[in-house]
């Protein structure tokens, strides 16, 4: 199993940027592909954006395409949301999560998961 644990949120104007990163500790970070969603009061929880073991393959929900980036950096054992242009539709907790091997979009595919951080844009 990994331990996540999110940063990065906070209160932002629309059309500002907020950099969210989830750091891992336990099992060796390079074997997991990690996902981001997220989960707005009153809402399923969504998908966000996966990134693969090495970084070489991201995929992002059609909301967030062009307008948040998603990183990694192995030796730090962290990976990162960029989040730009935020919107207030985007107001969420952000969730990162961990699945051994391959990208899912599917949030039950996800094995490890972090506590949560509270991201708000206001208008």
């Known amino acids: 199993q990994v331990q996540l644990v999110e940063s990065g949120g906070g209160l932002v104007q629309a059309g500002g940027s907020l950099r969210l990163s989830c750091a891992a500790s336990g099992r060796a970070f390079s074997i997991y592909a990690m996902g981001w969603f997220r989960q707005a009061p009153g809402k399923d929880q969504e998908f966000v954006a996966a990134i693969n073991r090495n970084g070489g393959s991201t995929t992002y929900a059609d909301s967030v395409k062009g307008r948040f980036t998603t990183s990694r950096d192995n030796a730090k054992n962290t990976v990162y949301l960029q989040m730009n242009s935020l919107k207030p539709e985007d107001t969420a907790v952000y969730y990162c999560?961990?699945?051994?091997?391959?990208?899912?979009?599917?949030?039950?595919?996800?094995?490890?998961w972090g506590q949560g951080t509270q991201v708000t844009v206001s208008s």
């Open positions: 999560a961990a699945r051994l091997i391959t990208i899912a979009t599917i949030p039950a595919d996800y094995s490890s």
